[in-house]
């Protein structure tokens, strides 16, 4: 299951590290040749550019209200400007060969790198930091879901009980 993780970094599978505005320009060249829904445009962008935008705000809400290509190609160009100064003036400059690591064992890199959006969870009773989603649950957690599971299944069986019963008095006077 790729296909999403794509949209934030078309480059994933091609063993390149680029920057973002790179990707967002190659992606408006192609927009220009084909017809392109200004609604998707706006969404891969905000997808190439996820880790960026929080930091640009003024840009984001430029980019929610840009409709053609230009617009939007205008809001790419400043932003680029920027991504470009803050990798220039960056220290210690980003060395691609040397990544650090995160807790989890993933890279980290500056926000003007293109990235896969990683989802997470807050664990608020085992940790106060955060942790990937899908990651193996710990057995107290596992017992936790069996007892919640139990609970909504019972709420569920006398909901069902509710609605045939409702189905039945419908009955009842569609036919008298």
Same mark, same amino acid.
């Given at each position: 299951?790729?296909? !999403?993780?794509?949209?934030?970094?078309?480059? %994933?599978?091609?063993?390149?590290?680029?920057?973002?505005?790179? %990707?967002?320009?190659?992606?408006?060249?192609?927009?220009?040749?084909?017809?392109?829904?200004?609604?998707?445009?706006?969404?891969? %962008?905000?997808? %190439?550019? $996820?880790?960026?935008? @929080?930091? *640009?705000?003024?840009?984001? #809400? #430029?980019?929610?209200?840009?409709?053609?290509? !230009?617009?939007?190609?205008?809001?790419?160009a400043?932003?680029?400007? $920027?991504?470009? !100064?803050?990798?220039?003036?960056?220290?210690? @400059?980003?060395?691609?060969?040397?990544?650090?690591?995160?807790?989890?064992?993933? $890279?980290?890199?500056? *926000?003007?790198?293109?990235?896969?959006?990683?989802?997470?969870? *807050?664990?608020?009773? *085992?940790?106060?930091?955060? $942790?990937?989603?899908?990651?193996? #649950?710990?057995?107290? #957690?596992?017992?936790?879901?069996s007892?919640?599971?139990?609970q909504?299944?019972?709420?569920?069986?006398?909901?069902?009980?509710?609605?045939?019963?409702?189905?039945?008095?419908?009955?009842?006077?569609?036919?008298?």
């Open positions: 299951m790729s296909a !999403e993780t794509n949209l934030y970094n078309p480059a %994933l599978f091609s063993g390149k590290i680029l920057p973002s505005w790179q %990707l967002a320009e190659e992606y408006l060249e192609i927009c220009r040749t084909v017809s392109t829904k200004s609604s998707y445009i706006r969404a891969h %962008l905000f997808k %190439l550019f $996820r880790y960026s935008l @929080p930091i *640009h705000t003024d840009l984001r #809400q #430029q980019l929610v209200v840009a409709h053609s290509v !230009e617009e939007f190609s205008v809001v790419v400043e932003l680029k400007t $920027r991504l470009v !100064e803050e990798a220039r003036t960056t220290m210690p @400059p980003f060395d691609a060969d040397n990544v650090e690591t995160d807790e989890f064992g993933y $890279r980290k890199y500056p *926000h003007w790198i293109c990235q896969p959006a990683l989802r997470f969870e *807050h664990d608020k009773q *085992h940790s106060k930091s955060k $942790r990937l989603l899908n990651e193996c #649950q710990t057995s107290e #957690q596992t017992e936790e879901t007892e919640q599971v139990e909504t299944s019972k709420v569920v069986t006398s909901s069902n009980e509710t609605t045939e019963d409702c189905d039945t008095k419908r009955q009842k006077v569609a036919t008298a």
